[in-house]
């Protein structure tokens, strides 16, 4: 095994750090404690690269899909969307628009600007309903597309699902050619630092 010098250890260790203080960054004072305020912060942290994925995406690519079958980069941002506004309903929250339907959300707009819009909204809604939430409310018994949990554990899930559909969206991205926005700024600050020295 090839062995590190301080400087390559240094900046491995900047890189993989950078994300973690940037999430640190996101939590404001008026964030709640406790869990309620630890899920924020990294519901908070998928919303932010989700947008800046959608914003980075080709209009042309919204279409495009890794497989026959598979949903196309607009239709997991809307699929996001959609459990956003759906799944707070199953722990009190406001119940979706009107007219929605979960089958065919995801297909139910292919502007980039219709589903960036409707992709930012769906978490101001759903973190609104989390944030309103008393949280005496999270070991509230619910049912959950007919499994038994909590009111926190269908927030659980509303995170799980934002970032398993990051990772999903940052893969999309890089096979069209598009560098998630976050990295460019890390590769743009860490060339920066090298050139200076």
């Not at 980069?73 to 707070?88: D, I, R, S, T």
């Not at 600007?113 to 509230?140: G, N, R, V, Y």
């Not at 269908?154 to 990772?167: F, I, K």
Request: aromatic share 6%; hydrophobic share 45%.
């Amino acid at each position: 095994m090839p062995k590190l010098s301080f400087v390559r250890i240094a900046a491995l260790t900047a890189a993989l750090l950078a994300p973690a203080m940037s999430v640190s960054a996101l939590r404001a004072d008026d964030m709640p404690t406790g869990t309620k305020g630890d899920m924020m912060v990294w519901i908070k942290d998928a919303e932010t690269k989700l947008e800046q994925l959608a914003d980075a995406m080709p209009e042309s690519k919204y279409s495009w899909r890794p497989a026959k079958g598979v949903r196309s980069v607009g239709e997991v941002y809307m699929h996001v969307a959609g459990a956003n506004l759906a799944l707070p309903a199953m722990a009190g929250g406001p119940a979706p628009p009107a007219g929605f339907n979960n089958d065919t959300f995801d297909k139910s707009q292919t502007k980039k600007a219709e589903i960036t819009k409707t992709l930012k909204d769906s978490f101001a809604s759903m973190e609104q309903a989390l944030m309103s939430m008393p949280d005496a409310d999270m070991d509230k018994a619910t049912d959950m597309m007919g499994m038994k949990t909590t009111y926190r554990g269908v927030y659980m899930l509303v995170l799980a699902h934002c970032h398993e559909h990051l990772g999903q969206s940052i893969a999309y991205a890089r096979m069209n050619g598009v560098v998630p926005p976050w990295t460019a700024k890390q590769n743009a600050m860490m060339k920066e630092k090298a050139a200076s020295k």
